[in-house]
């Protein structure tokens, strides 16, 4: 087995969904086994928070990672980017408290990527993270997600809501890898982008969030129709929920080997599913 890390650097620069912070970032290749970590350039010592499921803080609407004092937000997509692209290690500085949304898709990252060009990595005695061999569930009312056993890595993923525009929708991806980065990932679920509701907004800006937000990074559904089309797929919501998914899933380091099931799940539900699976490798190697 071998590990990739980036041939060359990546800088992006743009505002945060949440905080309305304008941000830069940096993605350097780093040491073969060091993972993917976040630097936190703006702060004093430079801290570092690592892109583990031991550092994650809160779930509201995106994902946080928390190392001492130093914070992280909104981490999905990016980490969605590299993990799907092949990006075993990379170090990432950034200049604020919150990842750029960008375009509200993995898009962008994905072709930076694609131009900087992966490099591989010897590991010594690397371990191979486990199959999935029974199944895992976390459910919360009708939503739920699950890890099964299965002959390759697959996300499934499903989707409810009353929007016409949106309704009942579902999509299932494989990753798989031919020299780790040679996937459909960059062109079947890195464009689809975040979405919204039109009613949920204004409450959401009174709660201090999406002040960031607008038309130009995410697509905003109402009683008649999507405000900002085209989309880019027939279902891009649900898309974007396996691009979420993929992201929080890779907390994880590497992804188990396993079919990834979710039906209206949430960053909540992804990383409790993950917390289950380290649950389970703890359990299987004590026993």
């Given at each position: 087995?071998?590990?990739?890390?980036?041939?060359?650097?990546?800088?992006?620069?743009?505002?945060?969904?949440?905080?309305?912070?304008?941000?830069?970032?940096?993605?350097?290749?780093?040491?073969?086994?060091?993972?993917?970590?976040?630097?936190?350039?703006?702060?004093?010592?430079?801290?570092?928070?690592?892109?583990?499921?031991?550092?994650?803080?809160q779930t509201v609407l995106s994902t946080e990672l928390v190392k001492g004092e130093a914070s992280i937000r909104t981490v999905e997509h990016l980490l969605a980017a590299l993990a799907g692209m092949g990006v075993d290690n990379a170090r990432i500085e950034i200049d604020g408290p919150e990842v750029p949304l960008l375009d509200g898709s993995a898009r962008v990252w994905a072709e930076s990527i694609i131009q900087a060009g992966l490099v591989a990595q010897t590991l010594p005695g690397e371990q191979i993270s486990?199959?999935?061999?029974?199944?895992?569930?976390?459910?919360?009312?009708?939503?739920?997600?699950?890890?099964?056993?299965?002959?390759?890595?697959?996300?499934?993923?499903?989707?409810?809501?009353?929007?016409?525009?949106?309704?009942?929708?579902?999509?299932?991806?494989?990753?798989?890898?031919?020299?780790?980065?040679?996937?459909?990932?960059?062109?079947?679920?890195?464009?689809?982008?975040?979405?919204?509701?039109?009613?949920?907004?204004?409450?959401?800006?009174?709660?201090?969030?999406?002040?960031?937000?607008?038309?130009?990074?995410?697509?905003?559904?109402?009683?008649?129709?999507?405000?900002?089309?085209?989309?880019?797929?027939?279902?891009?919501?649900?898309?974007?929920?396996?691009?979420?998914?993929?992201?929080?899933?890779?907390?994880?380091?590497?992804?188990?080997?396993?079919?990834?099931?979710?039906?209206?799940?949430?960053?909540?539900?992804?990383?409790?599913?993950?917390?289950?699976?380290?649950?389970?490798?703890?359990?299987?190697?004590?026993?």
């Amino acid at each position: 087995m071998q590990q990739y890390t980036l041939a060359s650097q990546i800088t992006q620069t743009g505002v945060g969904l949440h905080s309305g912070v304008i941000t830069h970032v940096r993605i350097l290749p780093a040491e073969a086994g060091s993972g993917r970590y976040f630097v936190r350039i703006d702060l004093p010592d430079n801290p570092i928070i690592p892109a583990q499921l031991t550092a994650v803080s809160q779930t509201v609407l995106s994902t946080e990672l928390v190392k001492g004092e130093a914070s992280i937000r909104t981490v999905e997509h990016l980490l969605a980017a590299l993990a799907g692209m092949g990006v075993d290690n990379a170090r990432i500085e950034i200049d604020g408290p919150e990842v750029p949304l960008l375009d509200g898709s993995a898009r962008v990252w994905a072709e930076s990527i694609i131009q900087a060009g992966l490099v591989a990595q010897t590991l010594p005695g690397e371990q191979i993270s486990p199959p999935i061999d029974e199944p895992i569930w976390v459910r919360q009312g009708d939503a739920f997600i699950c890890a099964l056993p299965a002959a390759e890595i697959r996300f499934t993923y499903g989707i409810d809501f009353d929007l016409p525009a949106i309704g009942n929708q579902w999509h299932s991806w494989s990753f798989i890898t031919e020299g780790k980065a040679c996937n459909t990932f960059a062109t079947e679920i890195a464009p689809a982008r975040t979405f919204g509701l039109l009613h949920q907004i204004e409450q959401l800006q009174r709660s201090g969030l999406i002040k960031g937000g607008s038309l130009d990074n995410a697509l905003v559904c109402g009683p008649q129709g999507w405000l900002n089309p085209p989309l880019r797929f027939a279902n891009e919501p649900v898309r974007h929920k396996i691009l979420d998914l993929v992201g929080d899933l890779s907390l994880l380091g590497t992804f188990p080997c396993a079919h990834y099931l979710a039906y209206k799940a949430s960053h909540n539900l992804h990383t409790q599913l993950a917390q289950r699976i380290l649950d389970c490798r703890l359990v299987r190697s004590s026993a």
